[in-house]
T-cell receptor, first 115, second 108 residues
C-alpha cells in the first residue's frame, strides 16, 4: 500500500489567496483526520470524517477553513482567504476502527507558508 | 482536554535510559504512543488498551496504569535513531487528542 498521500508537499502563497490541500487515505480506512502542527500549538485536530461524513469540526479555527470528503479516497482542506497565521504543517491521517485498534497512519504533510 | 506529558524535553547520551510520562485528568481508556522525527510525520509505536498492560517494541516499552490515569514510555539503551518528539494520545469519545509531546535528543 502506498500509505496516505498528500499534495502538495509545500505551498507558498500570499495573504488573501485561496489554498487547497489534498489527501488520499489508505484504501479501506473509514476514518480520516486533518491536523495542523505549529511550534506554538503543537498537533491540533481540525476535523475528522467517518465514512466520508464530517463528525467533529470543532477544531476548525474559523469560517475561513472548510473540509470536504466527496468519496472514500479523497479529501480536501481549503483555506479562503489565507492569512500568515495559517502557516503550519498540515497532516492528513487515516485509520480503520474495526476491532479495538485505531492506529492512525499519517501522510507526509503539507508545509504551508502564507506571506 | 489533552493529556499532559513530562518531561517537555530530555537530552541523553547514547546508551542511556529515559522515561516519558503521560497523564490525564479524565479517564484513560486507551493510550497510543507516536514518535515524530524532525521534518517527518508522526509514526505509530504502540497502543495500550487495558490497565496494567505492557508492551514492547525493540528496546522501547510502555505501561498503562488505568487507575492512576497515566502511561509511561520506557526507552532502554537509547540509540541515535530514537531522537524525535514522542506523543501520547487518547480517545475522547469519538474524538482523539494528542499530548503536547516530549522532545528527546540522543547525543553520541
Amino acid at each position: 500500500d502506498a500509505g496516505v498521500i498528500q499534495s502538495p508537499r509545500h505551498e507558498v502563497t500570499e495573504m488573501g489567496q485561496e489554498v487547497t490541500l489534498r489527501c488520499k487515505p489508505i484504501s479501506g480506512h473509514d476514518y480520516l483526520f486533518w491536523y495542523r502542527q505549529t511550534m506554538m500549538r503543537g498537533l491540533e485536530l481540525l476535523i475528522y470524517f467517518n465514512n466520508n461524513v464530517p463528525i467533529d469540526d470543532s477544531g476548525m479555527p474559523e469560517d475561513r477553513f472548510s473540509a470536504k470528503m466527496p468519496n472514500a479516497s479523497f479529501s480536501t482542506l481549503k483555506i479562503q482567504p489565507s492569512e500568515p497565521r495559517d502557516s503550519a504543517v498540515y497532516f492528513c491521517a487515516s485509520s480503520y476502527r474495526g476491532g479495538s485498534s485505531d492506529t492512525q497512519y499519517f501522510g507526509p504533510g503539507t508545509r504551508l507558508t502564507v506571506l | 482536554q489533552q493529556p499532559v506529558q513530562s518531561p517537555q524535553a530530555v537530552i541523553l547520551r547514547e546508551g542511556e535510559d529515559a522515561v516519558i510520562n503521560c497523564s490525564s485528568s479524565k479517564a484513560l481508556y486507551s493510550v497510543h504512543w507516536y514518535r515524530q522525527k524532525h521534518g517527518e510525520a508522526p509514526v505509530f509505536l504502540m497502543i495500550l488498551l487495558k490497565g496494567g498492560e505492557q508492551k514492547g517494541h525493540e528496546k522501547i516499552s510502555a505501561s498503562f496504569n488505568e487507575k492512576k490515569q497515566q502511561s509511561s514510555l520506557y526507552l532502554t539503551a537509547s540509540q541515535l535513531s530514537y531522537s524525535g518528539t514522542y506523543f501520547c494520545g487518547t480517545r475522547r469519545g469519538q474524538n482523539f487528542v494528542f499530548g503536547p509531546g516530549t522532545r528527546l535528543s540522543v547525543l553520541p
